[in-house]
């Protein structure tokens, strides 16, 4: 589990640096940042990078694990020149996941008609703090959700968490009928469409580890 970061224990050194340096790597390879985080956990320092592909629209990124770690090598070699970060880290580089992170207001536009959870800070007018529903057109400012039926408005600044909701679709057998429902099975198989699971599309590089 992710632990807080004390702000006496931090390293002290600018992201932003982090992202101008690896910009160009990122370019070469056709990917974008999702996501730039430095974590600690029971291993230690964490430099997170969740990336996808440009111009793609799945939810997962439309990067493969083979994507993840092309880029691992070649942003570690990056780092390791322009020396940026001064303690020993590991650097990992993953897909968003079907399940991704809603960031920004830009990310809630992009997946409208997606379902979504949304935690809240303080209760929605009709007093829940989270919401699952369909992500609908809101003013600047603003995220609604579909909630059974309901459209709940509440301002941005009130999401402390939002993540799409990855919803398997039911495929009908083979030989049956158009139109006629398909016969519940409590052991039919569930398939992901040429998606890559958030678990696998991790890698972590120990080579690119600093030392003082």
């Known amino acids: 589990m992710q632990q ?3 702000p006496s224990t931090r390293a002290v050194f600018d ?3 982090v992202r101008d340096a690896v910009a160009p790597v990122l370019a070469s390879h056709g990917i974008t940042l999702v996501d730039l985080e430095w974590i600690t956990e029971r291993a230690g320092w964490t430099l997170r990078f969740t990336i996808e592909r440009e111009g793609v629209d799945d939810a997962g990124g439309g990067v493969t694990l083979e994507d993840c770690a092309d880029v691992s090598r070649d942003v570690s070699s990056v780092l390791d020149v322009e020396d940026l970060i001064p303690n020993h880290y590991n650097l990992e580089v993953s897909s968003p996941g079907l399940d991704r992170r809603l960031r920004t207001a830009a990310e809630f536009a992009r997946f409208l008609g997606r379902t979504a959870k949304v ?8 007093g829940q703090r989270l919401l699952r529903g369909e992500l609908l057109e809101a003013p600047e400012g603003q995220v609604a959700v579909l909630v059974d039926g309901k459209r709940i408005a509440v301002p941005f600044a009130d999401v402390v968490e939002a993540r799409l909701v990855f919803e398997l679709t039911a495929q009908p057998k083979k030989g049956q009928r158009q139109g006629k429902e398909p016969a519940k099975e409590s052991g039919q198989k569930k398939q992901l469409a040429e998606a890559a699971p958030r678990s696998g599309s991790k890698r972590s590089e120990r080579g690119s580890e600093k030392r003082k």
């Open 4 to 6: 807080p970061i004390e």
């Open 15 to 17: 992201l932003g640096r």
């Open 119 to 126: 935690k809240l800070a303080r209760p929605a007018p009709d």
